[in-house]
């Protein structure tokens, strides 16, 4: 097989597909049936079969069956896997040409893919009563796919580590050719991806970034769509989680099969340390943290206030010292909700409306006005608090600005902050605290 992703998303979508299919039938949804002649084998029959006429047989409409079937067996967990997996694919037009005999061909690459798939699994199962998955019919239809949506493509693999994040299950589907992996599961990966944590010596990263993508022959590797892909990867999970996250400094990518080659990603961040608490993903939190990826990666601004400080924030997460990291965060706060210099008081009080609740935020507020005035200490060198203190302080003002820019990228805060946190500080008459939007 020339493309190892697709054979293992489409295998392990038609095995969930088989279960599914074959308890409906049990459950008593009808598998309707063709009548139709068909010619026996030399000799196959009788004289008096041949003289009573033609030679019937029934046929299953299993691909019927499937299209009825269509929204149970799309609720899989391995439907939408399999949909990106054949999305990223460069040949689906030849192969629906060639498999769906009826209506246009979809102009979008989701509905696309939906309808490829709908047709590889009624070839994974043409002609069966029991939906009874045999590997040889498996392979066979996965051999028929292959060679028409890969034929004159290749494939690219780029590979990177990311440090500071932790997956219960073997690998997580991201959706759009990205799958996140255990380093110990990933098959062939480049022997000195990356360092673990906690020492000092080459080895296999916790979690590596896959990403595969198909080209023409004679097109150039997409490696430069790959590293905005992982830089939005890695803006999400930086919102995701307090955890501090990042990506290797270095990916490695090959084509066709060919020699691992080292690719520069230029991404900042430094590799947590080995006490440093980890971003743990589990079974539960996987589709969690796969919508909210996505999500991001659609609204992610391109100019702006919000992008300045998404950027400054981002900025301050890859600070290796919180000393180093409280000017970012803050002047990511500043560009959001300060609307006059002079006047930094009313800052902290927005922040502290937006991020805790009424009873809270007069602490709140003063604890934030007491670490923005630390930055003036940090300058001259003298009144710093101890080091796990400014620690804690620098923590809880980068939660509150992730929190801030989480909820405006997700559409749970109006992105004209200012306006809605002086909303929540004027008095309420009727004692009900103001919506956020």
């Known amino acids: 097989m020339r493309n190892r992703h697709l054979h293992a998303a489409l295998t392990a979508f038609a095995e969930e597909a088989a279960w599914q299919l ?9 598998l309707g049936f063709e009548v139709e002649q068909a010619r026996p084998p030399s000799g196959g029959r009788t004289r008096k079969q041949r003289q009573s006429g033609a030679f019937y047989c029934y046929r299953p409409l299993t691909a019927e069956f499937i299209d009825a079937r269509g929204s149970v067996v799309a609720q899989l967990p391995s439907y939408l896997p399999a949909v990106h997996a054949l999305a990223q694919t460069g040949g689906l037009d030849a192969y629906l040409d060639a498999q769906v005999a009826h209506g246009g061909i979809p102009m979008a690459p989701r509905e696309r893919a939906e309808l490829a798939l709908r047709a590889f699994l009624g070839r994974v199962f043409v002609d069966s009563n029991d939906f009874v998955l045999e590997g040889g019919r498996l392979e066979a239809a996965y051999s028929e796919l292959e060679a028409v949506v890969t034929e004159g493509r290749a494939e690219t693999v780029v590979v990177a580590p990311v440090l500071g994040l ?39 990263a916790a979690v590596l970034a896959v990403l595969r993508f198909e080209t023409a022959a004679g097109e150039p590797a997409p490696l430069e769509p790959a590293g905005k892909k992982l830089r939005r990867l890695l803006t999400a999970l930086r919102l995701f989680d307090e955890a501090p996250v990042c990506v290797g400094p270095s990916a490695w990518t090959r084509t066709a099969g060919g020699p691992w080659a080292s690719l520069a990603l230029g991404l900042d961040g430094s590799p947590p340390g080995p006490d440093t608490a980890v971003c743990l993903i589990t079974a539960p939190e996987e589709d969690e943290l796969r919508a909210f990826c996505n999500l991001v990666s659609r609204r992610l601004p391109r100019g702006g206030e919000l992008a300045w400080a998404l950027r400054r924030f981002e900025l301050g997460c890859a600070r290796p010292r919180p000393a180093e990291a409280l000017t970012d965060h803050l002047l990511a706060l500043r560009a959001l909700l300060a609307s006059d210099p002079e006047q930094p008081g009313l800052l902290v009080a927005r922040v502290a409306a937006l991020c ?35 620690a804690d302080l620098v923590d809880e003002l ?40």
Do not use: K, N
């Open 356 to 390: 805790s609740e009424p009873a809270e935020r007069t602490a709140h507020a003063a604890r934030l006005e007491h670490t923005a005035g630390l930055e003036r200490s940090l300058v001259a060198g003298v009144g710093l608090p101890d080091a796990e203190m400014l």
């Open 398 to 437: 980068a939660g509150d600005c992730r929190a801030i820019l989480r909820d405006v990228l997700c559409g749970h805060l109006d992105p004209d902050l200012r306006r809605t946190a002086d909303r929540l500080l004027a008095p309420q008459p009727t004692g009900e605290e103001p919506a956020l939007r």
């Open 166 to 204: 932790e997956l219960a299950s073997a690998e997580v589907a991201m959706g759009d050719g990205l799958v996140l992996i255990r380093g110990e599961v990933l098959e062939d990966a480049p022997a000195d991806a990356v360092w673990p944590r906690g020492t000092g010596l080459p080895g296999r």
């Open 22 to 30: 074959a308890s409906d039938v049990a459950e008593g949804h009808e």
